[in-house]
């Protein structure tokens, strides 16, 4: 029998979100916030690097 250890820890993942989800949705909204201000920052500094480089 092959155990698809690849989708295994896919569910754990997502019942491990759901569960955080369900008992602190606050913290958990902060840490989705907290990522997306990372995702942002880091493509605005990608920006402004592509931008001094296209001045020069």
Known sequence: ???DWKKV???LFIIFIV???FTSPNQSAE???ALFDI???GFRAL???LQGV???
Do not use: A, P, T
Request: proline letters at 0%; aromatic letters at 20%; a positive charge.
């Open 1 to 3: 029998m092959h155990i």
């Open 9 to 11: 820890l896919w569910w």
């Open 19 to 21: 569960y955080s989800i």
């Open 31 to 33: 840490v989705v916030r």
């Open 39 to 41: 995702i942002i920052n």
């Open 47 to 49: 920006s402004e690097f």
């Open 54 to 56: 296209m001045r020069r």
